[in-house]
């Protein structure tokens, strides 16, 4: 059973430019979650959806957007990027919301030069 | 705001101990609480996932207690190997997660 997979694993991006990264869940989960890892802030939630319908958003501005897609495939997507965006971006993958078991991808690692 | 916080931030230990990492949390109103190991710059593993109505749960040489009404969970490591080095997240999943910062162990052949 294929895990959580994260496309693409690396990037470097220019100040004001914007990106989109993707996330394939776990077959058959239908909850897909974004966070943000970086050395001073830890990892920090940016959203959650389930059934193609956000669910719980965390404290970042709107520069900062994801969807998902019917088949649970999700993307996030980062405009105007700032220097301090460098970060691993991680996403999760479970059966649903709330109490179910979480799976991580490897992660993204953004650059912003 | 649920806060989240793991003691000690760093450990090292000689091959074969036995250990215990902290996790303790704010607001004790969570679904669940699930423990991770993360290698540098890789992504999260999950160890264990204890739901808020469970005491504890075992797999292998790990065994994970949570108290809700205190606000602690404790990751007891049994036999600790070279191949345990990583850093150990907690997360309290209360709709949304919030980790802590990780203890990072060194076990040290």
């Known amino acids: 059973k294929a895990g959580v997979t994260q496309t693409p694993r690396y990037l470097i991006k220019t100040r004001g430019q914007q990106v989109t990264l993707s996330c394939s869940p776990i077959s058959g989960h239908r909850s897909v979650s974004w966070y943000q890892q970086t050395p001073g802030q830890g990892l920090q939630f940016l959203f959650e959806?389930?059934?193609?319908?956000?669910?719980n958003k965390g404290n970042f501005p709107g520069r900062f957007s994801g969807r998902q897609f019917s088949n649970s495939r999700s993307e996030m997507n980062v405009s105007t990027l700032e220097l301090g965006d460098s970060a691993l971006y991680l996403c999760?993958?479970?059966?649903?919301?709330?109490?179910?078991?979480?799976?991580f991808g490897q992660g993204t690692r953004l650059t912003v030069v | 705001k649920q806060e989240v916080t793991q003691i000690p931030a760093a450990l090292s230990v000689p091959e074969g101990e036995n250990l215990v990492l902290n996790c303790s949390f704010t607001?004790?109103?969570?679904?669940?609480l699930q423990w991770f190991r993360q290698d540098p710059g890789k992504g999260l593993t999950s160890l264990l996932l204890i739901q808020s109505s469970q005491r504890e749960q075992t797999s292998g040489r790990l065994n994970a207690s949570l108290d809700k009404s205190s606000g602690r969970s404790t990751l007891y490591i049994a036999a600790s190997q070279p191949g345990d080095s990583a850093t150990y997240l907690c997360?309290?999943?209360?709709?949304?997660?919030?980790f802590g910062d990780g203890t990072t162990l060194t076990v040290k052949p």
């Open positions: 607001d004790s109103a969570i679904y669940n």
């Open positions: 997360a309290v999943n209360a709709g949304k997660s919030t």
């Open positions: 999760a993958s479970s059966l649903g919301p709330s109490n179910a078991e979480a799976f």
């Open positions: 959806y389930f059934s193609e319908t956000q669910r």
